[in-house]
């Protein structure tokens, strides 16, 4: 359990922290709230899922399959995870 979520989180900390820094940005750029940035957390982080893993290191899939996650599983994950922070930040 605890070896998934290693796994998981090196496969994530290369997405939330570039996400997390464009959302600011944008975010500020348009009238910093918590929705706007929900809003482009929700937009960038499946994009920057795909530029970063389909396009640049497609071949790190085989990696995360070694451990069991699916790409499958692993793209349902990032837009949950979108969801779930855009969902949070509309009720703040």
Known sequence: ??????ILWIFYFKLLIPAVLFS?????????????FGFCFLLL???????????????EY???AN??????????TTISIGLII???T???
């Open 45 to 59: 982080f499946p994009c920057l899922h795909y530029l970063i893993y389909e396009l640049r290191l497609k071949n």
């Open 90 to 92: 509309k009720f703040l």
């Open 24 to 36: 600011l940005l944008i975010s500020a750029q348009t009238g910093f709230n918590a929705n706007n």
């Open 62 to 64: 085989l990696f995360y």
């Open 67 to 76: 451990f069991g996650f699916s790409r499958q599983f692993l793209w349902i």
């Open 1 to 6: 359990m605890i070896k998934s979520v290693k």
């Open 86 to 88: 855009n969902s949070i």
